[in-house]
Each structure stands twice: as C-alpha cells, then as structure tokens.
Nanobody, 119 residues
Framework: QVHVTESGGGLVQTGGSLRLSCAAS????????AGWYRQAPGKRPELVAS???????DYADSVLGRFTISRDNAKNSVYLQMYNLKPEDTAVYYC?????????????WGQGTQVTVSS
C-alpha cells in the first residue's frame, strides 16, 4: 500500500506558473507508475500527465507543451511543473501512484491540492 501526499497548489493569475509536488511512501516507488489527475467542479477526473517507472511521459492534449511531469526516485517524489496556466486549468489536482499506467485509476490517490487560475 502506498500513501500519497500532494502539495504546491494555490491561486495564480492567467499565464502564471505553479509546481506541484507529490511524496509517496510505503512501497518501492521506483517500480511504480505515477500520474496527475485533475477534477474541475461538475466534471469527471481527467488524467493530465503520467510517467512510467522507466521515465516515459505522456500528456493530455489540453496541457501538452505547458505541463511537465518528472520524478525523483531517490526522494520518492513526482512533480508537475505547470506553465502558462489558463482559467480552464482550475481544478483539484491529484497525484496517483500505481503498479502500471493501464490500471492507474485503481492506484493510490492523494487528498488533492487546489489550483485556481484567475482571469
């Protein structure tokens, strides 16, 4: 079982940047896949970025070129660097860690961190 904790959310103006951090504990993090989901009010969670245990990255079209996911296995951590933020990026962002990307929905979820982008 993996315990996941996010941090780094906040309020930022359109065009601004934020860096989200995710700390994982409890299992061998380096063998796990990870991703960042977001959920806006009234919408279903959306996977915006993922990274395999080997470091392969993938992004949703809506954030491609603006968001960068990375991991530091020595620190059991995953990061989401967000640039050129837009009001439509406003959501609760969740870090998820799991055995593989295909089943990441069923992995360990953090409590979420709010990102609000003002226009």
């Amino acid at each position: 079982q993996v315990h996941v904790t996010e941090s780094g959310g906040g309020l930022v103006q359109t065009g601004g940047s934020l860096r989200l951090s995710c700390a994982a504990s409890g299992d061998t993090f380096s063998n796990l896949a990870a991703g960042w989901y977001r959920q806006a009010p009234g919408k279903r969670p959306e996977l915006v970025a993922s990274i395999t245990y080997g470091g392969l990255r993938d992004y949703a079209d809506s954030v491609l070129g603006r968001f960068t996911i990375s991991r530091d296995n020595a620190k059991n951590s995953v990061y989401l660097q967000m640039y050129n933020l837009k009001p439509e990026d406003t959501a609760v962002y969740y870090c998820v860690v799991g055995a593989q990307l295909a089943t990441l929905d069923y992995g360990s979820w953090g409590q979420g961190t709010q990102v609000t982008v003002s226009s």
